[in-house]
């Protein structure tokens, strides 16, 4: 059997979509952070690759990028009492919304360059 190319554009797109990094076709996370063992579609073997806590550090750093300036703004500006508890809501939302297809991006960087652990 013939080893997928390993492009890594291609397995970045994969794994945002929480697919397969090697097919495209299987799941990459089997819940909402536990990456699957293998592919189900080609075999592929996923366990190798382990992205520990580098997703939700880009996490956090997306989000805050984003949003502690737009809190600083708003509340340096005089925005009502509720406006803050909706940026921070809007914020932890972002959080959990982006975890998964970056925790898939990690672990597709990883079978892109072929580093196991």
């Known amino acids: 059997m013939r080893k997928p190319e390993r492009r890594l554009g291609l397995a970045l797109q994969r794994g945002l979509r929480g697919r397969c990094a090697a097919c495209g ?10 990456p699957n063992a ?8 996923l366990s190798r690759y382990q992205a520990a806590d580098f ?6 750093f997306l989000v805050g990028l984003v949003f ?13 009492d509720f406006t803050l508890p909706i940026v921070l809501l809007a914020a932890v939302v972002s959080a959990v919304l982006l975890l998964p297809p970056i925790k ?12 196991t652990n």
């Open 55 to 60: 997703a939700p550090y880009i996490v956090t």
């Open 25 to 34: 076709k299987g799941r990459l996370l089997r819940s909402y952070l536990t």
């Open 68 to 80: 502690t300036p737009l809190a600083l703004v708003l509340t340096a500006n005089g925005a009502s």
């Open 104 to 115: 898939g991006a990690a672990l597709a960087l990883l079978w892109a360059v072929n580093e």
């Open 38 to 45: 293998e592919c189900s579609e080609c075999g592929e073997d």
